[in-house]
């Protein structure tokens, strides 16, 4: 079984350009959630979908972040425009709800 | 606010020690507690926690749930170097019930 997909593996951007990662949950999971994850630091909430709906993104700058899941299945999640602050591990997972949730490899941005 | 609290947020230990990893939480709405392992990018699932008292063991790792003293543990014996790796506890609840909230993580270093 395929596990959960995210792209790229790594980015390193200048601070004001913008940014997108890219996530494929594993098939039939109907929750997506993004994270940033700081050195140090335990997983933080940025935005969490049920199907296509976004039903917590109370965490998300606004200002800057965007997230998109149209067709309830694979999502993007966009920085613009990037600041230094932004760098660190950006983690997507899914699952069924209420279930345990099952992490992709991340994707590491760095912003110089 | 919902809190996740670990200790201790480091440990160096030799192979064949066993370690007990704490995990305390002020959490609205529990539903369950996560333990995973971390030990690149992507967490690892380990332990789904719901119930008082009841031990789940995988191996040489173990983890109980205290819902009245609001605590878990996990434990680990006879530790070898492959079990070096950031272990992370986190609590679904909140708000929203199906939020998960992630401590700041046990970094567990086992030297030969």
């Known amino acids: 079984e395929a596990g959960v997909v995210q792209s790229p593996r790594y980015k390193i951007i200048e601070k004001k350009q913008p940014v997108a990662f890219w996530c494929n949950p594993i098939s039939g999971h109907n929750t997506l959630y993004w994270y940033r994850q700081n050195l140090g630091q335990g997983p933080e909430l940025l935005i969490r979908?049920?199907?296509?709906?976004?039903?917590?993104d109370s965490q998300l700058p606004k200002d800057r972040f965007s997230a998109e899941r149209l067709k309830g299945v694979d999502s993007t999640l966009k920085i613009q425009p990037a600041e230094l602050g932004d760098s660190a591990v950006y983690l997507c997972a899914s699952s069924v709800t209420n279930g345990k949730l099952f992490f992709g490899s991340g994707t590491q941005l760095s912003v110089l | 606010e919902d809190k996740v609290v670990q200790s201790p947020l480091s440990l160096v230990v030799h192979e064949g020690d066993t370690v007990t990893l704490n995990c305390s939480y002020e959490?609205?709405?529990?539903?369950?507690l996560l333990w995973y392992k971390q030990e690149k990018k992507a967490p690892t699932f380990l332990f789904m926690l719901t119930s008082s008292g009841i031990e789940k063991k995988s191996g040489r790792l173990s983890s109980i749930l205290d819902k009245k003293e609001l605590f878990s543990i996990l434990n680990i014996t006879a530790t070898q170097t492959g079990d070096s790796a950031i272990y992370l506890c986190a609590v679904m609840g909140g708000a929203g019930s199906y939020q998960l909230t992630f401590g700041k993580g046990t970094k567990l270093s086992v030297i030969p």
């Open positions: 959490v609205t709405n529990f539903r369950s």
């Open positions: 979908y049920e199907n296509e709906e976004a039903v917590d």
